[in-house]
């Protein structure tokens, strides 16, 4: 089994920065993509940003230049820098990662999601 461990939530002002972290433990080969999403209250999950293992990510259009995602394969860790937060990035935000097992078989997992909060 695998869990993914999150931190870094919390209340901010419009305007200020908040650094999420994701951890990957457990029965781990490799692991490939990982992610963070986010669900806004009364909405749908969405998707914020991913990276591959070899580093290659994407962002929505609505983060573009605000949040970065970087990755410590090493710790099977990613990180997401949110800076000029906005109230509208207000959701619970939970991280994501496609897990290999073993070389034949893998799943995919989630955290169980950390609040952020945008207010003044």
Same mark, same amino acid.
């Given at each position: 089994?695998?869990?993914? #461990?999150?931190?870094?939530?919390? &209340? #901010?002002? *419009?305007?200020?920065?908040?650094?999420?972290?994701?951890?990957?433990?457990?029965?781990?080969?490799? +692991?490939?993509?990982?992610?963070?999403?986010?669900? *806004? *209250?009364?909405?749908?999950?969405? &998707? @914020?940003?991913?990276?591959?293992?070899?580093?290659?990510?994407?962002?929505? %259009?609505? +983060?573009?230049?605000?949040?970065?995602?970087?990755?410590?394969?090493?710790?099977?860790?990613?990180?997401?820098?949110? %800076?000029?937060?906005? *109230?509208?990035?207000?959701?619970?935000?939970?991280?994501?990662?496609?897990?290999?097992?073993?070389?034949?078989?893998?799943?995919?997992?989630?955290?169980?999601?950390?609040? @952020?909060? #945008?207010?003044?």
């Amino acid at each position: 089994q695998v869990q993914l #461990v999150e931190s870094g939530g919390g &209340l #901010v002002q *419009p305007g200020g920065s908040l650094r999420l972290s994701c951890a990957a433990s457990g029965s781990i080969y490799r +692991v490939n993509r990982m992610g963070w999403y986010r669900q *806004p *209250p009364g909405k749908q999950r969405e &998707l @914020v940003a991913r990276i591959t293992a070899g580093g290659n990510s994407n962002y929505a %259009d609505s +983060v573009e230049g605000r949040f970065t995602i970087t990755r410590n394969n090493a710790k099977n860790t990613i990180y997401l820098q949110m %800076d000029s937060l906005k *109230p509208e990035d207000t959701a619970v935000y939970y991280c994501h990662a496609e897990v290999m097992s073993d070389m034949w078989s893998g799943d995919r997992y989630w955290g169980q999601g950390t609040q @952020v909060t #945008v207010s003044s």
